[in-house]
């Protein structure tokens, strides 16, 4: 199975990733399962654009993104601050 950012310790919202997500300006684009969606790409690249041969990366992806959004929403929750 594919690895993804979700083996740190926060997975893709650790204390770094809050740093970077905070500061940015609002215009730009921060994903920290960029890496995750590499793979995919990359998956979908040697094989052809077949599909069923990269569901482990697309699925590393799709947990990725849902922890992230998940401790956001817990961060905000939190915090009460807008993101």
Request: aromatic fraction near 10%.
């Amino acid at each position: 199975m594919a690895s993804d950012d979700s083996n740190r310790s926060d997975g893709p919202w650790d204390a770094e990733t809050k740093s970077k997500f905070a500061s940015k300006s609002r215009s730009e684009f921060l994903d920290p399962c960029q890496d995750a969606a590499e793979r995919s790409i990359r998956c979908l690249h040697r094989n052809e654009g077949d599909r069923s041969m990269c569901q482990d990366y697309f699925q590393a992806y799709r947990d990725c993104k849902k922890l992230w959004m998940d401790k956001r929403k817990e961060e905000k929750r939190k915090t009460g601050a807008l993101f």
